[in-house]
């Protein structure tokens, strides 16, 4: 089996039942595989709750390491709505043409340095390093932050001997503090400033709600960003026929953005707390109980997607839900989008082939179901066009 093949581990549970169970820290979820009943799930914010204990909708809970509550991730609306308008155009400036060019150029100084070593390991010294350097464009902070952030390593609240590391999250919470304060002492452009100087309903964010955006925006996309860097270069690496179809038909890159995050699906769940006592399923969930969106899962249903275990570069019907689905998908996506394209192009321009010189896989552990995400480490070499 190919590296960049990641298996289906919920195929025969989603056709025989759409579901499954994980036992989260004694906080069980129903998990939902099916890609129907995962949008319609995630779309009813109304029964299936956000803005339940901070930490408890993701899986595994972060309940044990954290009270900060990430915003907007964990409110519903409608005060999510009030959150979402004022944060929502600033994550849409990896879209102006100055954003691009900055990333643009980042990107290829890091493909070259990676071209012109002999060996690199893609997860720690490529993907680390690019999803650091593109979090300063998006913060609008010097490229020296990135050094830091770098130094934190792959996973912003787990080491290598837990995967709930409270220690390690205070790190994090106490940068984002020293952050804080240092803006408001010296207001700039960047987005603490911004978001210290902005207003819902007429009265200024609080530094808690402050600390819950910019936890969020660290956290966020920190893991996800750096699976989707590694696994589109494996995928390459074992698919240089894609790669030359590419450079024939450029046009064709924006379908292979899509189907490349639709296959990979960085993150596998996100949960949601019940808010009554419903059925899902024709599972019965009681009033606060969890249940699991599987975005992995939905995303390789075959009764929407055709042929969901092979990446089709030029699939044209994708309504994958690897960013999420209603109110609460993804705010970073516009960011990722633009990391993954600029890549890809970088790759195409720049690289006659890659090898993979070996790999070590990182596979989630989900109780019943073990699902690879991406890999510790990949060792490969980049060869110049």
């Known amino acids: 089996m190919k590296k960049s093949t990641f298996p289906d581990p ?52 972060e309940v044990n390491i954290r009270d900060v509550r990430q915003i907007p991730f964990e409110v519903d609306p409608p005060e999510h709505k009030s959150y979402r308008e004022l944060v929502e155009p600033w994550f849409k400036r990896p879209l102006k043409d100055s954003y691009q060019k900055a990333l643009r150029k980042q990107i290829n100084i890091i493909i070259e340095n990676a071209i012109h070593t002999n060996t690199v390991d893609i997860v720690s010294e490529l993907a680390l390093i690019l999803q650091s350097r593109a979090l300063t464009l998006l913060l609008n902070v010097p490229f020296e932050e990135s050094k830091t952030w770098i130094s934190w390593g792959t996973h912003v609240f787990r080491s290598e001997e837990t995967a709930l590391d409270a220690s390690k999250a205070n790190i994090l919470y106490d940068y984002i503090d020293e952050q804080i304060e240092k803006s408001i002492e010296n207001p700039g452009e960047d987005l603490y400033s911004v978001l210290l100087n902005a207003e819902i309903d007429g009265q200024k964010l609080s530094k808690e709600e402050v600390k819950g955006v910019m936890v969020l925006t660290f956290a966020g996309g920190r893991d996800t960003v750096i699976n989707a860097v590694t696994n589109t270069i494996a995928y390459f690496a074992e698919h240089p026929e894609s790669l030359d179809r590419l450079r024939k038909s450029p046009n064709l890159l924006k379908f292979t953005i899509e189907e490349l995050i639709r296959y990979f699906s960085p993150l596998t769940q996100m949960g949601r707390v019940s808010t009554e006592d419903t059925k899902v399923c024709e599972h019965a969930v009681k009033k606060n109980e969890r249940i699991s969106l599987v975005w992995a899962a939905a995303n390789r249903d075959p009764s929407v997607f055709e042929d969901p275990n092979n990446v089709i570069l ?49 596979i989630e552990d989900l109780g019943d179901f073990k699902r690879k995400v991406g890999f510790e480490k990949i060792n490969v070499k980049f060869n110049s066009k």
């Open 314 to 362: 030029d699939r044209k019907i994708n309504p994958h839900v690897a960013f999420g689905f209603g109110v609460h998908n993804c705010l970073g996506a516009t960011h990722a989008r633009q990391i993954i394209k600029m890549l890809v192009e970088t790759l195409m321009e720049k690289v006659e082939n890659i090898e993979i010189l070996d790999a070590k896989e990182n």
């Open 10 to 61: 919920f195929k025969s549970s989603r056709a025989n039942n759409g579901t499954g169970e994980i036992n989260d820290q004694n906080d069980p979820a129903l998990m939902l595989f099916r890609h129907k009943d995962v949008r319609k799930c995630a779309h009813n914010w109304k029964t299936f709750q956000s803005g339940a204990k901070p930490g408890r909708i993701v899986i595994p809970s």
